[in-house]
């Protein structure tokens, strides 16, 4: 295949960015879409020209560390995936592909297609947690989970962290994923002990953040590529307004 | 008497951890918050320990590469976590787990540290499930249990096919719920490049900070390296694409002795290669052999046609089928530990019964699975790792079966520690994938995160505490010091040499290459005369670097290709350790294969009378051959045995 | 609660109830609007009961609060909303394919919605209940009032644009106010959107028959 990308390059958070055009060949439809930037990345070193920077690492869909706007979605035109488990045979030979960055107040550029998503390591800090020190805890077995609930906390917690839900969201929001970790905690008798504390934190730090709010377009969910329902979003809210009304 | 004074407690074997315990000193809370340690790498090992010991209360850094603690590569562990709990009434023991894991590990691991393992086990699911990790549970509220290779008890626990990343997002929130606190501190994105040693004593670090180019200095009273394997080394394999060896890399140059290094683990049931532009390769968990079952062709006539895409598998009747690990290993069946699954597949497809077009697969079936309890049971057991599968190769595995060949996955070995998992440096520690001790020759499935969470919760804020007990007088570690000062400069010096090169060929070129000769020449099967090639390759490839490697960019940017430099320049290094230490071995064992050394029926022989030890390097500078040294091995507890899952 | 309405999930709930009592009133509003095909003598006894009973009198200002209120937040969390994304914006990006008009242009949707009930309330509000309020004299007849408006093929059509503009608003408004108070989950979601694509179906078809009613009256059967 061969294919025309159009590339955001920016250098650093406070340079101004614009689009590039490459040209890439040969690319087999088999190639991961982060292989062919590889590809691309090689023949630029050869050139000697930058290579483009993007971040990625376990290129199996688990870590997160992948992100890329491909053509106007979050992790390219494929359902349920992260970017590194995109590959070429999504696109037609010929195609011309536009690559971005999240673009999100919260999440400032780094440089090209990196971009900075520490606010979430920030929120989780803020009470994504459960309070218990290591050793001293009883037995696994000591409090059976219904089944129902321990699934839908895992539903829950296949949240990678990856920022697709922001990226997509029009409000810049965080909702999705802060809803992910009080849902997932929030279903598991360990975790109801502080539930409420744990919601109001997170969402506290949220909004200082600078993340936008929930308008219920439901983007963040068919982009997530874990699928987490925006049910955990009602889920949120039912936490964070029972919390708050009892204050 | 060695060097190696591995410090293993006296008396029974079952007594020996709480004995010590016992024995060893603390520190007293006033006089923790006074102590400084570093903690490299945020995945299980590091992660639960960063987090178990600021709990503790001592002040921690913990450094990670990735953008946050969460993407350790623990995270991509799928299939689970062993432990004895016996939940399922089926004789499970500490003793057995114990057994097991010397078994698999082909009798090359310390009996005192496995035990120790199998003690603490228990105590890792209690401490999960109280942080909220979603486990799979069944009806009844209780937990669930998988098997694992190795193993003919169910004492796997697993959360669907993300076991690695609910475990790792358990020790994250641990560790967030301790950054918030400010008993530790995080430093993303930030690199260590080397360690610093003050009288002979870790006390400090030289770090990259990967978005700037800053070279910094943290100074601290013991120094913990949880950095995983090396696998990268090999340039393909089911590694994530950052992780590296360096930092324990440095460690070794720095006087740290490096244990086993030839023990790689090939893991058999991952995606094939698929051509030349491949950056990694994919793992299909091993509990999919809990259900999937391993075959070939029995006949050329099958393969030719497979491979000409003449027929589909499923067109193969039953009776044409070799299904080669049940009529190898009746008693394990498809369940046996992987380095011997994977030499088995690479005997067939070595034999010409390979079913893709580059010859190099074989099939892992669930068609007698689904028939006996239905797609849904087995969508519901794998389904994500079934549209994984589905994703990369666009081959739908509920109707053809999947293709598989074995990859590079784990290094058993890694930096060598005593019982207090001390390295030979005092006051640096090695933790998880990063040490040598647990796993042997060979790892068992599910066995990784039991020993990083181990090591992370349970060991090492024990330990530590003996040697920190002695260094309550010593105050913060100035890093004004000529020996930070030399360090940095050292670093600073590396990377300007790397970056004023500029020759021809990218960082990768010559990664590929060197992958190309491990993988040729210290992979699955390795004899003399390959190694000797491979480690003049090796020196050879490495001069070449270091003239014709082209690094763009500057320092003092978001410059990817530059810590991929420094890393490769490592790799080059370790590679030819690698294949120095596979040459030593003249044995069979585990995942160390010498052609020169099987049993008629091709099964690895082991020698115990030669080769029952630890080999553990000492660097003794560049251009100068390392030294070895033995920590032989004793066995008291274990009859050992040649390892039999025939019956 | 402090804080609550500072939070952007509070402010959300600002919308959400606000939206959900003027989803009711829009349901008192249709109903009594029906009573137009009860003729004119219904009609204006309807009227002539909205306008002195004292349930409804004490309600008036409290849903021109509610509308208040729903229109100002509307604008806070739009404004808030837009600040986060920040000021770069993807050179391409296709929402299609993961949520629905309505949901991303509740703001637009609002504000037709918004400029017609003005022109609205001029033309029947002000002659009607307001006289009311001020101690004016309210149209004598307001059968005759509201045939005459819709008599005006152009007033007809702005009447129709404003109910299908409402009808997306609802579309999502109504399923979007329960999510907003917690009140769903996995299968509740589908269901409250399918109940909401009933009622806003109800509402714009109800508010459409009236004017179309009228000039067909007037034009087709030329009874009027």
Same mark, same amino acid.
């Given at each position: 295949? *061969?294919?025309?990308?159009?590339?955001?390059?920016?250098?650093?958070?406070?340079?101004?960015?614009?689009?590039?055009?490459?040209?890439?060949?040969?690319?087999?439809?088999?190639?991961?879409?982060?292989?062919?930037?590889?590809?691309? *990345?090689?023949?630029?070193?050869?050139?000697?020209?930058?290579?483009?920077?993007?971040?990625?690492?376990?290129?199996?869909?688990?870590?997160?560390?992948?992100?890329?706007?491909?053509?106007?979605?979050?992790?390219?035109?494929?359902?349920?995936?992260?970017?590194?488990?995109?590959?070429?045979?999504?696109?037609?030979?010929?195609?011309?592909?536009?690559?971005?960055?999240?673009?999100?107040?919260?999440?400032?550029?780094?440089?090209?297609?990196?971009?900075?998503?520490?606010?979430?390591?920030?929120?989780?800090?803020?009470?994504?947690?459960?309070?218990? *020190?290591?050793?001293?805890?009883?037995?696994? *077995?000591?409090?059976?989970?219904?089944?129902?609930?321990?699934?839908?906390?895992?539903?829950?917690?296949?949240?990678?962290?990856?920022?697709?839900?922001?990226?997509?969201?029009?409000?810049?929001?965080?909702?999705?994923?802060?809803?992910? %970790?009080?849902?997932?905690?929030?279903?598991?008798?360990?975790? %109801?002990?502080?539930?409420?504390? %744990?919601?109001?934190?997170?969402?506290?730090?949220?909004?200082?953040?600078?993340?936008?709010?929930?308008?219920?377009?439901?983007?963040?969910?068919?982009?997530?590529?874990?699928?987490?329902?925006?049910?955990?979003?009602? %889920?949120?809210?039912?936490?964070?307004?029972?919390?708050?009304?009892?204050? | 008497?060695?060097?190696?004074?591995?410090?293993?407690?006296?008396?029974?074997?079952?007594?020996?951890?709480?004995?010590?315990?016992?024995?060893?000193?603390?520190?007293?809370?006033?006089?923790?918050?006074?102590?400084?340690?570093?903690?490299?790498?945020?995945?299980?090992?590091?992660?639960?320990?960063?987090?178990?010991?600021?709990?503790?209360?001592?002040?921690?850094?913990?450094?990670?590469?990735?953008?946050?603690?969460?993407?350790?590569?623990?995270?991509?562990?799928?299939?689970?976590?062993?432990?004895?709990?016996?939940? @399922?009434?089926?004789?499970?023991?500490?003793?057995?787990?114990?057994?097991?894991?010397?078994?698999?590990?082909?009798?090359?691991?310390?009996?005192?540290?496995?035990?120790?393992?199998?003690?603490?086990?228990?105590?890792?699911?209690?401490?999960?499930?109280?942080?909220?990790?979603?486990?799979?549970?069944?009806?009844?509220?209780?937990?669930?249990?998988?098997?694992?290779?190795?193993?003919?008890?169910?004492?796997?626990?697993?959360?669907?096919?993300?076991?690695?990343?609910?475990?790792?997002?358990?020790?994250?929130?641990?560790?967030?719920?301790?950054? +918030?606190?400010?008993?530790?501190?995080?430093?993303?994105?930030?690199?260590?490049?080397?360690?610093?040693?003050?009288?002979?004593?870790?006390?400090?670090?030289?770090?990259?900070?990967?978005?700037?180019?800053?070279?910094?200095?943290?100074?601290?009273?013991?120094?913990?390296?949880?950095?995983?394997?090396?696998?990268?080394?090999?340039?393909?394999?089911?590694?994530?694409?950052?992780?590296?060896?360096?930092?324990?890399?440095?460690?070794?140059?720095?006087?740290?002795?490096?244990?086993?290094?030839?023990?790689?683990?090939?893991?058999?049931?991952?995606?094939?290669?698929?051509?030349?532009?491949?950056?990694?390769?994919?793992?299909?968990?091993?509990?999919?052999?809990?259900?999937?079952?391993?075959?070939?062709?029995?006949?050329?006539?099958?393969?030719?046609?497979?491979?000409?895409?003449?027929?589909?598998?499923?067109?193969?009747?039953?009776?044409?089928?070799?299904?080669?690990?049940?009529?190898?290993?009746?008693?394990?069946? $498809?369940?046996?530990?992987?380095?011997?699954?994977?030499?088995?597949?690479?005997?067939?497809?070595? +034999?010409?019964?390979?079913?893709?077009?580059?010859?190099?697969?074989?099939?892992?079936?669930?068609?007698?699975?689904?028939?006996?309890?239905?797609?849904?049971?087995?969508?519901?057991?794998?389904? $994500?790792?079934?549209?994984?599968?589905?994703?990369?190769?666009?081959?739908?595995?509920?109707?053809?079966?999947?293709?598989?060949?074995?990859?590079?996955?784990?290094?058993?070995?890694?930096?060598?520690?005593?019982?207090?998992?001390?390295?030979?440096?005092?006051?640096?520690?090695?933790?998880?994938?990063?040490?040598?001790?647990?796993?042997?020759?060979?790892?068992?499935?599910?066995?990784?995160?039991? @020993?990083?969470?181990?090591?992370?919760?349970?060991?090492?804020?024990?330990?530590?505490?003996?040697?920190?007990?002695?260094?309550?007088?010593?105050?913060?570690?100035?890093?004004?010091?000529?020996?930070?000062?030399?360090?940095?400069?050292?670093?600073?010096?590396?990377?300007?040499?790397?970056?004023?090169?500029?020759?021809?060929?990218?960082?990768?070129?010559?990664?590929?290459?060197?992958?190309?000769?491990?993988?040729?020449?210290?992979?699955?099967?390795?004899?003399?005369?390959?190694?000797?090639?491979?480690?003049?390759?090796?020196?050879?490839?490495?001069?070449?670097?270091?003239?014709?490697?082209?690094?763009?960019?500057? $320092?003092?940017?978001?410059?990817?290709?530059?810590?991929?430099?420094?890393?490769?320049?490592?790799?080059?290094?370790?590679? /030819?350790?690698?294949?120095?230490?596979?040459?030593?071995?003249?044995?069979?064992?585990?995942?160390?294969?010498?052609?020169?050394?099987?049993?008629?029926?091709?099964?690895?022989?082991?020698?115990?009378?030669?080769?029952?030890?630890?080999?553990?390097? /000492?660097?003794?500078?560049?251009?100068?051959?390392?030294?070895?040294?033995?920590?032989?091995?004793?066995? /008291?507890?274990?009859?050992?045995?040649?390892? $039999?899952?025939?019956? | 609660?402090?804080? =609550?309405?500072?939070?952007?999930?509070?402010?959300?709930?600002?919308?959400?109830?606000?939206?959900?009592?003027?989803?009711?009133?829009?349901?008192?509003?249709?109903?009594?609007?029906? &009573?137009?095909?009860?003729?004119?003598?219904?009609?204006?006894?309807?009227?002539?009961?909205?306008? !002195?009973?004292?349930?409804?009198?004490?309600?008036?200002?409290?849903?021109?609060?509610?509308?208040?209120?729903?229109?100002?937040?509307?604008?806070?969390? !739009?404004?808030?909303?837009?600040?986060?994304?920040?000021?770069?914006?993807?050179?391409?990006?296709?929402?299609?394919?993961?949520? !629905?008009?309505?949901?991303?242009?509740?703001?637009?949707?609002?504000?037709?919605?918004?400029?017609?009930?003005?022109?609205?309330?001029?033309?029947?509000?002000?002659?009607?209940? =307001?006289?009311?309020?001020?101690?004016?004299?309210?149209?004598?007849?307001?059968?005759?009032?509201?045939?005459?408006?819709? #008599?005006?093929?152009?007033?007809?059509?702005?009447?129709?644009?404003?109910?299908?503009?409402?009808?997306?608003?609802?579309?999502?408004?109504?399923?979007?106010?329960?999510?907003?108070?917690?009140?769903?989950?996995?299968?509740?979601?589908?269901?409250?959107?399918?109940? &909401?694509?009933?009622?806003?179906?109800?509402?714009?078809?109800?508010? !459409?028959?009236?004017?179309?009613?009228?000039?067909?009256?007037?034009?087709?059967?030329? #009874?009027?």
């Amino acid at each position: 295949m *061969n294919l025309k990308l159009k590339i955001w390059r920016q250098k650093s958070a406070k340079e101004k960015g614009r689009f590039e055009e490459y040209q890439v060949e040969n690319i087999s439809p088999d190639t991961s879409f982060l292989e062919m930037l590889d590809i691309l *990345n090689n023949n630029l070193i050869h050139e000697g020209k930058d290579p483009v920077v993007f971040d990625h690492d376990c290129r199996e869909g688990i870590c997160g560390m992948c992100s890329l706007f491909i053509d106007g979605r979050a992790h390219g035109p494929d359902d349920d995936i992260t970017t590194c488990q995109l590959h070429m045979r999504k696109f037609k030979d010929g195609d011309t592909i536009t690559i971005e960055p999240w673009r999100s107040a919260a999440f400032p550029i780094i440089k090209d297609l990196a971009v900075d998503r520490s606010a979430f390591d920030k929120i989780l800090q803020a009470g994504g947690f459960i309070s218990v *020190n290591t050793g001293g805890v009883p037995d696994a *077995n000591a409090i059976p989970i219904p089944k129902k609930d321990a699934d839908e906390s895992m539903d829950a917690s296949a949240c990678i962290g990856c920022g697709a839900c922001v990226a997509t969201c029009k409000n810049g929001s965080a909702m999705l994923f802060v809803a992910a %970790r009080v849902s997932a905690l929030a279903k598991l008798p360990q975790g %109801r002990i502080e539930a409420a504390r %744990r919601a109001k934190a997170m969402v506290a730090k949220m909004d200082e953040l600078g993340f936008g709010g929930c308008t219920n377009t439901g983007a963040c969910e068919a982009e997530c590529p874990k699928g987490i329902s925006i049910s955990h979003i009602a %889920r949120l809210n039912r936490e964070f307004l029972a919390a708050k009304l009892k204050d | 008497m060695s060097v190696l004074d591995s410090k293993i407690p006296a008396g029974p074997l079952a007594d020996k951890w709480n004995k010590h315990k016992a024995d060893i000193k603390v520190v007293s809370p006033a006089n923790k918050r006074k102590l400084d340690i570093i903690v490299i790498g945020t995945g299980l090992g590091g992660g639960a320990a960063a987090a178990a010991l600021g709990e503790l209360g001592y002040n921690v850094k913990v450094f990670c590469i990735s953008d946050s603690p969460r993407r350790a590569h623990s995270i991509a562990a799928q299939g689970g976590i062993n432990a004895a709990k016996n939940y @399922q009434n089926d004789n499970d023991s500490v003793y057995r787990l114990f057994y097991d894991t010397i078994k698999g590990g082909d009798y090359r691991a310390r009996e005192a540290n496995v035990y120790r393992l199998a003690q603490v086990s228990n105590s890792i699911i209690d401490q999960c499930v109280a942080q909220g990790v979603p486990f799979a549970r069944d009806y009844g509220g209780l937990l669930d249990n998988r098997s694992f290779g190795g193993a003919q008890v169910s004492r796997t626990f697993y959360a669907r096919g993300q076991t690695g990343q609910q475990l790792l997002l358990g020790a994250y929130a641990a560790l967030n719920r301790q950054i +918030a606190k400010g008993t530790v501190k995080s430093y993303p994105r930030h690199e260590m490049l080397d360690l610093v040693l003050v009288d002979g004593k870790a006390r400090g670090i030289i770090t990259r900070n990967l978005v700037t180019g800053e070279i910094e200095r943290f100074g601290a009273h013991a120094v913990i390296i949880a950095s995983g394997g090396y696998g990268n080394v090999f340039f393909l394999s089911t590694n994530a694409m950052n992780s590296n060896g360096s930092a324990a890399w440095q460690c070794y140059k720095k006087g740290a002795m490096f244990a086993n290094p030839c023990f790689t683990q090939i893991h058999p049931t991952c995606i094939p290669v698929h051509g030349t532009q491949q950056s990694k390769l994919t793992l299909m968990s091993e509990s999919l052999r809990n259900d999937g079952r391993i075959w070939v062709p029995k006949h050329k006539e099958d393969v030719e046609k497979l491979r000409k895409k003449e027929i589909k598998a499923s067109q193969i009747p039953e009776d044409q089928r070799d299904y080669y690990l049940e009529r190898r290993y009746p008693a394990f069946g $498809n369940l046996v530990p992987r380095d011997v699954a994977s030499r088995a597949a690479k005997e067939r497809c070595d +034999a010409g019964f390979g079913v893709n077009d580059t010859g190099l697969a074989v099939f892992l079936d669930f068609s007698t699975a689904i028939a006996r309890l239905g797609k849904e049971v087995i969508e519901q057991r794998y389904g $994500n790792l079934f549209q994984m599968y589905e994703k990369i190769t666009d081959v739908n595995p509920y109707e053809e079966p999947m293709m598989i060949y074995p990859a590079v996955h784990y290094t058993m070995g890694g930096i060598w520690v005593d019982y207090n998992l001390m390295t030979t440096i005092p006051g640096l520690y090695a933790l998880g994938e990063a040490n040598f001790s647990d796993h042997g020759a060979n790892r068992l499935g599910a066995s990784a995160l039991m @020993q990083g969470l181990a090591d992370g919760y349970f060991v090492i804020p024990y330990t530590i505490g003996d040697y920190l007990s002695k260094d309550i007088q010593t105050p913060k570690i100035d890093t004004n010091t000529p020996e930070f000062e030399a360090a940095e400069k050292g670093v600073r010096e590396k990377i300007a040499k790397i970056l004023a090169i500029q020759g021809t060929r990218s960082v990768d070129d010559i990664h590929k290459e060197l992958g190309h000769i491990m993988w040729s020449y210290v992979g699955m099967a390795r004899n003399k005369d390959g190694l000797i090639k491979a480690m003049d390759l090796i020196r050879e490839l490495r001069a070449k670097f270091w003239k014709e490697v082209r690094v763009p960019g500057t $320092n003092e940017e978001f410059n990817q290709e530059l810590e991929k430099a420094i890393r490769l320049a490592d790799f080059l290094e370790l590679g /030819e350790l690698m294949a120095r230490d596979a040459l030593n071995r003249e044995e069979s064992c585990g995942g160390h294969f010498r052609e020169e050394y099987q049993t008629e029926e091709g099964e690895a022989l082991r020698d115990d009378e030669h080769f029952a030890y630890v080999a553990v390097w /000492e660097n003794k500078g560049e251009n100068e051959e390392p030294v070895l040294h033995k920590e032989e091995l004793h066995f /008291e507890n274990i009859k050992v045995a040649q390892r $039999n899952y025939k019956d | 609660m402090s804080n =609550l309405f500072t939070s952007s999930i509070g402010k959300k709930l600002v919308m959400s109830l606000s939206g959900l009592f003027l989803i009711l009133f829009l349901l008192v509003h249709l109903g009594a609007n029906l &009573a137009v095909f009860g003729g004119e003598s219904a009609y204006n006894a309807m009227c002539e009961f909205m306008d !002195t009973n004292i349930f409804i009198r004490i309600m008036v200002p409290v849903l021109a609060l509610g509308f208040i209120i729903h229109i100002l937040y509307a604008f806070i969390i !739009t404004l808030n909303n837009r600040k986060a994304r920040g000021n770069m914006r993807y050179a391409v990006q296709d929402l299609s394919k993961s949520s !629905t008009w309505e949901s991303r242009n509740m703001l637009v949707l609002g504000i037709i919605v918004l400029g017609i009930i003005i022109i609205h309330l001029f033309d029947f509000w002000s002659q009607m209940q =307001l006289q009311h309020f001020i101690g004016g004299t309210p149209t004598e007849n307001p059968y005759e009032l509201v045939i005459d408006k819709f #008599s005006n093929p152009l007033m007809a059509l702005i009447y129709i644009v404003w109910v299908w503009a409402l009808w997306f608003h609802l579309r999502h408004g109504f399923w979007s106010a329960f999510h907003t108070v917690g009140l769903d989950n996995q299968i509740w979601i589908s269901r409250w959107k399918c109940i &909401a694509k009933i009622y806003a179906l109800i509402v714009a078809v109800g508010f !459409t028959i009236i004017p179309l009613y009228v000039l067909a009256q007037r034009f087709v059967c030329g #009874s009027l």
